[in-house]
């Protein structure tokens, strides 16, 4: 095992819809995703609410819409 400097932690921000919209989503398929009701996830998704995703949430979304600065989603290799 190869020891590596830690990655700098991905600061949450309030590009939600943007992102959703990046991965496919609708906002009803994206509250199902992460287990919220459409109007909390409306909720989170307005501009100018400082009631963003969680830390997790907000970087599953970043791995969905093929962002994040440190990893990217791979399909599962078949067996």
Known sequence: ??????RP????????RELRLAAG???QSAAERFDLSLRVWQTKEAAGNPTLLSQ???????LLAGC???FALAP???K
């Open 1 to 6: 095992m190869v020891n590596r400097p830690p």
């Open 9 to 16: 932690p991905v600061v949450v921000q309030s590009n939600v």
């Open 25 to 27: 989503l609708s906002q």
């Open 56 to 62: 997790g949430e907000y970087e599953l979304l970043l």
């Open 68 to 70: 994040h600065p440190h």
């Open 76 to 78: 599962q290799s078949k």
